[in-house]
């Protein structure tokens, strides 16, 4: 969420209400005016100079709209002025930079799914091809039971769905309230009835959701911001035990990305784990402000629980995408070493089978004849949710693009 994408997407609100009042007939035809033209030939935004403006009204909606209606009143056309009239007329602030984030952030969240469906497709495949591949299961960093390296990435493979499903699970509403949430400066340029059709055209020709207005209810921004952690944690979920188990001592996992070290050539450093596990260190806090931000809320528009979100969020976002990007380059290159899993469970000898052997005793039948359980159970499971969560995926997606 650039600052630049930010405010392109402010500059379509904004054209899409302009449009919608003379769609409806509230404002004039000859108010209706291509903004994004009239900006061009006016040198188009200064964006430095709109950031200082920004602190006097606390947000960049305001310099934003005095820089459009410049333009309009000196742009040479015949009715620049009538269009500068009624600009943003019925919108506040918060309509406009609210509903220009949601733009950007299902921008981002739709690069996020991509990378997410691509990771469920890749490892599905390394699910099943190491199925069969025993390794050492360990609980609280000590050797516990018999496990297949199948099992363990089948229970990364939920991870990755659980967090694609809570991306899927968002919804995206129009911001549209007015000063106080009462639309009341919309009722009284286009009637109560007016009112009504404006904010279901509005919110449907920007290909948002109809909404009442949240200008206090943040749920839209926690919701965004809980989801994209849920994404970190399954990437640090996953570039944690890349780390653990890549250790030289025990070599079962090694990141491909193998990064040098300046002063030490014989290091093959786990670099894009490491990259992954720092954005799942730092998203949850960024998150947490967010929550706060929203507990903050006060009266019908906030007095800095609102302004704390935008760059907060930016950042969620923006390091949610890279984690992304880089999880995908992790689980391509990652290299299993199955030889060095065989080697460590022969390693720790009778003791994986200690728990197998004390329900023996108890019971006082015979071993089962397998101390992998139902390993394979939970592979087929994993396996079979991701082939299913794809298909739908898929049929959404076709769905969408008719």
């Not at 969020?313 to 380059?329: F, I, N, P």
Request: net charge negative; aromatic share 2%.
């Amino acid at each position: 969420m650039a600052p630049a994408a930010l405010l392109r997407a402010a500059l379509r609100v904004e054209q899409t209400w302009l449009d919608a009042l003379v769609d409806a007939q509230v404002a004039p035809q000859e108010a209706g005016a291509d903004l994004a033209a009239v900006l061009e030939l006016s040198g188009g935004l200064d964006q430095a100079a709109l950031g200082v403006a920004s602190e006097a009204g606390g947000n960049p909606v305001m310099p934003l709209v005095a820089a459009l209606r410049a333009s309009l009143r000196e742009s040479g056309q015949e009715h620049g002025p009538q269009a500068a009239r009624w600009l943003h007329r019925g919108l506040t602030s918060q309509d406009v930079l609210d509903t220009a984030v949601l733009l950007c952030a299902r921008e981002g969240v739709e690069a996020v799914r991509s990378e997410l469906r691509a990771q469920v497709e890749r490892l599905a495949v390394l699910v099943e091809e190491h199925r069969g591949t025993t390794m050492v299961a360990r609980t609280l960093t000590q050797p516990a039971v018999p496990t297949t390296f199948g099992a363990k990435a089948a229970g990364w493979l939920h991870g990755l769905i659980d967090a694609d499903e809570a991306l899927a699970a968002l919804r995206w509403p129009v911001q549209f309230g007015g000063a106080a949430g009462t639309l009341s400066a919309v009722v009284e340029l286009a009637g109560v009835d007016g009112a009504r059709a404006l904010r279901s055209s509005f919110a449907a020709a920007l290909d948002l959701d109809p909404s009442a207005p949240w200008h206090t209810r943040r749920t839209p921004v926690t919701r965004l911001g809980d989801a994209a952690v849920t994404a970190t944690d399954a990437w640090g979920r996953i570039a944690n035990d890349v780390l653990a188990l890549g250790r030289p001592e025990i070599g079962e996992l090694r990141d491909g990305s193998a990064g040098g070290s300046s002063t030490m050539p014989h290091k093959a450093n786990p670099t894009l784990a490491v990259l992954v596990r720092r954005t799942a260190l730092s998203a949850p806090q960024l998150t947490a402000t967010l929550h706060l931000a929203a507990a903050e809320q006060v009266d019908e528009r906030a007095d800095g629980g609102w302004h704390v979100e935008w760059q907060t969020l930016a950042l969620l976002l923006r390091r949610t995408a890279v984690a992304a990007s880089q999880a995908s380059d992790l689980l391509r290159g990652l290299r299993v070493e199955a030889a060095h899993m065989a080697a460590r469970l022969h390693d720790t000898g009778a003791d994986v089978l200690a728990e197998q052997e004390s329900m023996t005793g108890l019971t006082g039948r015979p071993a089962g004849g397998t101390y992998l359980g139902l390993v394979d159970d939970l592979v087929d499971e994993a396996t079979s949710r991701a082939t299913d969560h794809l298909t739908k995926s898929t049929q959404k997606t076709a769905q969408e693009d008719l």
